[in-house]
């Protein structure tokens, strides 16, 4: 019997002993009575990821989910650390490797890819005969999710100021918030007579009151700039330096830009003080789609109903995903950053950024377009939400896209 139980006790030893030595050399092994990461081979693969805050719940939700699959690059588990950093700072700070606290990216994802471009460039001007700061490959630079910029603004103003809709968005815009009488003038250049129930409303409302976020820290603010321009140039690509620094462009820009009041950093700031003070402070204002659809409700509960409005061509904010092709990038952290983009691009965690968070989804295999009654597109069609969009402008390159920041803070800058 002793001999039986030694043999038992031997046995298990050995197993155990086993089960370490794998450990040791293969990491982890199912319920091995030793799963202990020991050796330079169980030291994680770190993917430090910078990314535009706009998509900070979306993130973190998707790098809980994505640890607990216990994701590797060989027998090496991956890490994700997340910065949230503003767009045009991210861009700027990585390509002249200011990492400060936040540590070398691997990944840079702004809110639009107009960013991408402005750190491969200014990479390109800091590092001359360097291989491209982004990687070449088309497949690393991808859209996680995408939402576009839209005009919100009360019913009411939004009847007096494009009656058929808004065919001339910015020449309807643009001689609203120059017209010394305010709504007023408004009123009266849609043949509203003194009297009429449309002038008297307009006769309260005193100017045209409009919003947008500053473009030298907010991707809508940049974004409504480059709007302005292929508008006013009445063209959807192609905006070169020499569209921006036309004197008659500069001239139209400044008229819109100096009507105002206040630019702030961020665009979920600008819909919130709209819904809280209504339209004593804001008549209308640019946002991203998402927090338009978010506050139709609290919006309608304190003031009334308001309209939302797609530019006759707009941008999307389409969140990229550059993996960097910079020297501190080694092939394992490429690796890994590859299979967070294909976990952040896979159908459930699509389907969470649209249904939870308010984006459309990057992938045609999640529907943006559905019979749930909860489904936003549906349930707010009334108020002017739609799947199809207008025609989408090329995103500029980044020396024009540094052309027309230069021209704000230089005209404007406030």
Not at 239 to 265: C, H, I, K, Y
Request: aromatic share 12%.
């Amino acid at each position: 019997m002793q001999s039986v139980t030694r043999a038992i006790g031997i046995g298990y030893l050995l197993i155990c002993l086993l089960a370490l030595l794998a450990t040791a050399f293969v990491g982890p092994v199912g319920d091995a009575p030793f799963p202990l990461p020991i050796g330079p081979a169980q030291d994680p693969v770190v993917v430090t990821i910078w990314y535009g805050t706009e998509k900070r719940q979306w993130f973190e939700d998707a790098a809980q989910r994505f640890a607990a699959t216990n994701p590797r690059v060989g027998n090496r588990p991956i890490q994700i650390v997340l910065r949230g950093i503003g767009s045009r700072e991210l861009a700027v700070r990585a390509a002249r490797r200011e990492f400060g606290g936040d540590g070398q990216p691997t990944v840079i994802s702004p809110a639009s890819s107009m960013w991408v471009e402005v750190a491969r460039t200014d990479w390109a001007a800091l590092n001359r005969g360097a291989p491209s700061f982004i990687t070449e490959n088309p497949g690393q630079v991808t859209p996680l999710a995408l939402t576009p910029l839209v005009a919100v603004i009360w019913q009411e103003r939004a009847q007096l100021l494009w009656p058929q809709g808004p065919e001339n968005f910015w020449q309807n815009l643009h001689a609203a918030l120059t017209d010394s009488e305010g709504w007023i003038g408004v009123a009266r250049a849609r043949g509203f007579a003194p009297g009429s129930p449309e002038y008297q409303k307009a006769s309260n409302w005193g100017f045209v009151k409009f919003g947008h976020t500053s473009p030298l820290t907010s991707n809508s603010g940049a974004q409504a700039l480059i709007l302005m321009a292929y508008g006013y140039h009445g063209k959807s690509r192609g905006l070169t330096n020499a569209d921006v620094l036309s004197p008659e462009f500069q001239q139209w820009m400044r008229d819109v830009e100096m009507a105002v009041l206040e630019f702030g950093d961020s665009t979920g700031s600008f819909m919130t003080s709209m819904v809280q003070f209504g339209p004593s402070k804001y008549d209308l204002v640019l946002v991203y789609e998402n927090l338009a659809l978010e506050n139709i409700v609290a919006a309608q509960n304190r003031w009334g109903d308001i309209r939302i409005y797609y530019p006759p061509a707009t941008m999307f904010s389409d969140h990229p995903y550059a993996i960097l092709n910079a020297p501190w990038v080694t092939p394992e952290q490429r690796q890994a950053a590859e299979q967070f983009r294909n976990f952040l691009l896979s159908p459930p965690i699509q389907e969470i950024a649209f249904r939870q968070y308010g984006f459309r989804p990057a992938i045609p295999d999640v529907p943006v377009l559905t019979n749930d009654p909860s489904n936003p597109f549906v349930k707010y069609s009334a108020y002017g939400a739609q799947v199809d969009t207008p025609p989408l402008v090329e995103t500029p390159s980044g020396e024009v896209v540094t052309t027309i920041l230069n021209l704000w803070r230089r005209q404007i800058n406030r």
